[in-house]
Each structure stands twice: as structure tokens, then as C-alpha cells.
């Protein structure tokens, strides 16, 4: 009897579920004669269904699993002694997760609370390590189109490249929320939405991007309204002195002048009135006047006559900054205000270059090669001379200094859209040919807009010639944080008469300016000053860069 009377009592208690459920400890709990029903998890992510007991199979009840007042229940258990079932409320959003005693097939959904249907929110993604957003140059898919894993998305403007955006999982793509030209999108901002089922596109046709997880701006405690302060209207008085009107002389004190010094008082704008005149009767006189511009200094010139029609106005346009544009002011602004530059310039003769060169390019046509520049020939020698003065080949951070074992060579390559700096990885292992096909090949992909991070990235050492291709003497150029060096390269078109072989002959030799930018941190005077005699060295010896 008192048995039917405890299971009579919890079954009440089932039947004031929903009364329960509006406090913040939840505690259900009810009884079965057998109860043994397995646990299923649907692939960590489900469907919600109703909280309650639903019929379930002969061996017990079936507890289902739902959000609440965002909030889950999260953990269903079972104590075998007593044949109860428990459930606790936990303060986190819906998993999805679904208990069942029937077995259930697998399927990979999104529980939300908006109404919309299973679906994937695809974010800007980090595409290199300095991105911190990005622009969408544009969209190779259309809102509806079927997508699969590998297949492009989008083509995303990055902060030095523009890469393909490939997608992940298979769907549709439902919406677009950034279309082609989308600039200024933040690493993570959600820009489109993929579901699994080709009937639920139209459902996220007003889609908005939720806003829910982010956290509310902390409001300011409102203190006592400040009791408002009544301002007196004060009359406005006017600050500008107010101008004496010179006095002018009476009709009886007319001032009498000679013709010509009333002449030359119009021609100089000087009043008649404010100078005595020294003639006869008090008559003003040319030498009064002179005496009157003498005094002064300086000539009381007619002033000039000013036009009064209104010019035109300034006509401009207005070019909206590229992202890689906006990277490169940013990189280059932090480096002169942070690193603390110092420059050596040296002139390096380039007869045996330039005839060494003449040499390999015979034979690199004979070849079906390509042929090799001066650039070239300074790569190759900026290399070697870092490998023999490893202290260049450094970065400065704030506990140590970090000395590289690869000599990594950035070359700088302008473009209409921007300064881009592709790398010649172990440009001091590889010959002269491989670093030619190399820097033409990053080159044309730079003009192209076709580099990818790994283009361009983990450099130690930067070159930039001005000088073949403009023509530019010398110039000093700014370091590519967080390397420690670059080397600007003039013009070698320079003829200089040097020495000849005998004690009385001269001859003429072309030399090319090379100057070092070194961050004092990291490179002292000494050292900046050994790697340049060491890079003079392999262009004025250019048979040592081949041993």
C-alpha cells in the first residue's frame, strides 16, 4: 500500500512538470517497473524535440531533450537501484543532443532557436598571419548553386594577395551576405550561408547575421541627473575695435601741394594730410615727400587690384585604398616609427659583372634558357655575403635576437595595385639560372595579383633595385619588419676614370651605389659595414659566387 501510494505521489508530481521547469534547478524524475533504454548520440548535433515523455518502446519511456529559456539539459542518467531517471539544467546553449531508447540514424544538423533551418555560417577566414580583414574581389558561385568540398567560393582580397576561397562541406549555397567588392570584412564575420536540403534556399532569402553570442556592451552606471544649469543670456558685445575715422581736414585747413608732390603722393599712396609741408605758406613739396618714404623704410607700394570673381573649384578624384595599399602603409609607418634606422653606402665596379653576364647569357640562349639580369647576379650576392655574415640574417624581438639558418631573399616588385615582395627561398644554394626563372615567375604572378601566402612569406632579407629599371643613382630604402636589413640598388650606368695597369694610364669603369638600411638593434655600424665589403667583394669577384 504504501508503494502505490509513493508511485501515485511522483506520478503528480510528473503531471506539474511544467511548473517545475521555471526554476533554475531542474530535477525530474520518474519511475518504471523495467527500465533499460539505450543512449544514442546523434553525431554531437540534433534536432530539438519537445521536453516531456513521449510513449516509448515496452522496456520504459522515451526522455526527449530541448533548449530552455536558453539554457539545456545536458546530462540524462539512469540509477539502476531505483529505476529513475534524472535530468540537471545546465546554463549553455542547445547542443542538440537526443536521448532515445530506439536506435536512430546519424544526421548532422544545426540547432537554432530563429525559426531557420539547419545551416552553416561561413566566416571571412585568416588567410595569412597579418590579415585582419579582407575584401571579396568576387563570387564564382550564385546563391542556389550546389557546392562540394574543393570547389572555389570566392576569391578573397587578402592584405598582400588575393587567394581562392574553397569550400568545406557539401550543401547549397542559401545567401550571399557580402557580394563581389565587399571591402573592409573582418577576419570572422560571417559573408555567406550553406544548408544541406536544395528546398531550404528560400527560407534565408531576409537572412540577417545573428548577433546574440556577442557579448552587450557593459552600460555605465547611471548615477543622479546633474541639476541643469540655467545660462544667462548675455548680450554678445562685438570684440572688433572699433576704427577711428581719420580726421580730415576742414574745408579751411585744406592742404595745399605742388603738382608734383601730389603726383608722387598718388603714386605712393601716401596722404597729403600726415606730412607737414615745408614750402612756402606750409605747402607741401616733392622733397617732403621723400623725406616722408625715407622715414618709413620701406615703400608704401599701390595696393594690387585683387579679382573678385570666384575661382573654380579644385577638381581631384578619389581612389579608393587597395588592401594591399593599406598593409604597406601600415608595415611601413610601424617600421620608421620603431625601428631605428641606419644607412652605408658603398660603390662597387661592375666591369667583371657585366662581362660575366655577357658570358652566361650566351650560353643560357644556346640552352633555350632564360636570361639572367643584374638583379640576378645581386641576389645571388646579397645570399652568400648573409651566409657569410650571419648577424644580417637576424630579427629583433624584445627577449632575444633571432638568427635564421635560411637565407630567404624578398624582392620587391611593383605593381599597379600595390608594392609586393615575393621570396627566393635559399637563394644562397641555388644557381644563378634557378633564381633568374624564379624572380621572373613571382614577378609576373605579383602583376598578375595571383600570389599566395606562401609566395611571399618567412623572408630574412629583402633587395630592391631601382636602378636597372628606373635608372634611380642611390636611395635609401625602409626595412620590411621584422627583418633587420634591405639593400637598395642604384643605377649601374655610372662611369668613373680609375687607375690603369701602368703608372700613367687611366681607364673607365662603370660602378653601381649599393646602400644598406640596418636596424641598430640587431646590426651594428662593424657589422653592417663587414656584410657590405663582403657583398662589394662577390660583385667585383663574381667568379667566387660560382664556387
Not at 404 to 412: G, L
Not at 476 to 485: D, F, K, L, M
Request: charged share 25%; aromatic share 6%.
Amino acid at each position: 500500500m504504501a508503494y502505490a501510494a509513493r508511485i501515485f505521489n511522483h506520478s503528480k508530481k510528473l503531471r506539474q512538470t511544467h511548473n517545475v521547469l521555471r526554476d533554475r534547478a531542474i530535477s525530474l524524475r520518474w519511475f518504471t517497473t523495467d527500465a533499460g533504454p539505450s543512449v544514442d548520440k546523434i553525431d554531437g548535433i540534433s534536432r530539438p524535440r519537445p521536453l516531456g515523455i513521449v510513449p516509448g518502446d515496452k522496456n520504459g519511456f522515451t526522455p526527449s531533450h530541448q533548449s530552455i529559456n536558453g539554457s539545456t539539459i545536458s546530462a540524462v542518467r539512469m540509477n539502476k537501484g531505483n529505476g529513475f531517471w534524472e535530468a540537471r539544467k545546465v546554463h549553455a546553449p542547445a547542443i542538440g543532443m537526443l536521448y532515445k531508447s530506439q536506435p536512430q540514424n546519424s544526421v548532422r544538423s544545426f540547432s537554432t532557436n530563429t525559426g531557420f533551418p539547419p545551416h552553416q555560417e561561413i566566416g571571412m577566414p585568416s588567410l595569412s598571419p597579418t590579415m585582419m580583414e579582407g575584401n571579396i574581389a568576387r563570387w564564382l558561385k550564385k546563391e542556389g548553386d550546389k557546392v562540394t568540398p574543393g570547389e572555389v567560393l570566392c576569391e578573397v582580397e587578402t592584405d598582400k594577395a588575393t587567394v581562392e576561397m574553397e569550400c568545406m562541406e557539401e550543401g547549397y549555397l542559401a545567401k550571399i551576405l557580402c557580394g563581389d567588392g565587399s571591402s573592409g570584412i573582418k577576419v570572422g564575420e560571417v559573408i555567406a550561408i550553406t544548408v544541406e536540403e536544395e528546398e531550404d534556399i528560400a527560407k534565408f532569402k531576409d537572412y540577417t547575421p545573428s548577433t546574440s553570442d556577442a557579448a552587450p556592451a557593459p552600460e555605465a552606471p547611471s548615477g543622479p541627473t546633474p541639476p541643469k544649469q540655467e545660462v544667462s543670456e548675455v548680450p554678445v558685445t562685438s570684440a572688433e575695435p572699433k576704427a577711428s575715422k581719420p580726421s580730415t581736414p576742414s574745408s579751411g585747413d585744406r592742404v595745399v601741394a605742388s603738382p608734383l608732390a601730389k603726383k608722387l603722393a598718388e603714386d605712393h599712396n601716401v596722404s597729403l594730410s600726415s606730412i607737414k609741408g615745408t614750402g612756402p605758406d606750409g605747402r607741401v613739396v616733392k622733397a617732403d615727400i621723400e623725406d616722408y618714404l625715407a622715414s618709413h623704410s620701406k615703400e608704401v607700394l599701390k595696393a594690387p587690384k585683387v579679382d573678385s570673381t570666384t575661382s573654380s573649384p579644385l577638381d581631384y578624384t578619389d581612389i579608393p585604398h587597395s588592401q594591399i595599399r593599406k598593409v604597406t602603409a601600415s608595415r611601413l609607418l610601424q617600421s620608421k616609427q620603431t625601428i631605428p634606422h641606419y644607412y652605408l653606402t658603398v660603390d662597387t665596379c661592375v666591369d667583371k659583372l657585366m662581362e660575366l653576364r655577357s658570358q652566361l647569357n650566351a650560353l643560357q640562349e644556346a640552352s633555350g634558357g632564360k636570361r639572367i639580369s643584374v638583379n640576378d647576379l645581386v641576389i645571388k650576392a646579397a645570399a652568400l655575403a648573409l651566409r657569410k655574415v650571419p648577424q644580417c640574417n637576424s630579427s629583433w624581438t624584445n627577449d632575444y635576437i633571432r638568427q635564421y639558418q635560411n637565407v630567404n631573399i624578398n624582392i620587391a616588385v611593383q605593381t599597379d595595385n600595390g608594392l609586393y615582395v615575393p621570396v627566393i627561398r635559399d637563394a644562397d644554394k641555388k644557381g644563378l639560372s634557378k633564381i633568374s626563372e624564379e624572380v621572373k615567375y613571382f614577378a609576373q604572378k605579383a602583376k598578375e595579383n595571383t600570389l599566395k601566402p606562401a609566395d611571399y612569406e618567412d623572408g630574412t632579407f629583402t633587395v630592391s633595385n631601382l636602378g636597372g629599371p628606373f635608372g634611380i643613382k642611390q636611395f635609401c630604402a625602409i626595412i620590411n619588419p621584422p627583418q633587420s636589413g634591405i639593400l637598395a640598388v642604384g643605377s649601374a650606368a655610372e662611369k668613373r676614370v680609375i687607375p690603369g695597369i701602368g703608372p700613367d694610364q687611366v681607364k673607365f669603369a662603370s660602378f653601381m651605389p649599393a646602400t644598406l638600411s640596418c636596424d641598430h638593434r640587431v646590426i651594428d655600424g662593424a657589422i653592417g659595414a663587414e656584410w657590405l665589403k663582403a657583398f662589394k667583394g662577390y660583385i667585383e669577384n663574381p667568379e667566387t659566387m660560382l664556387l
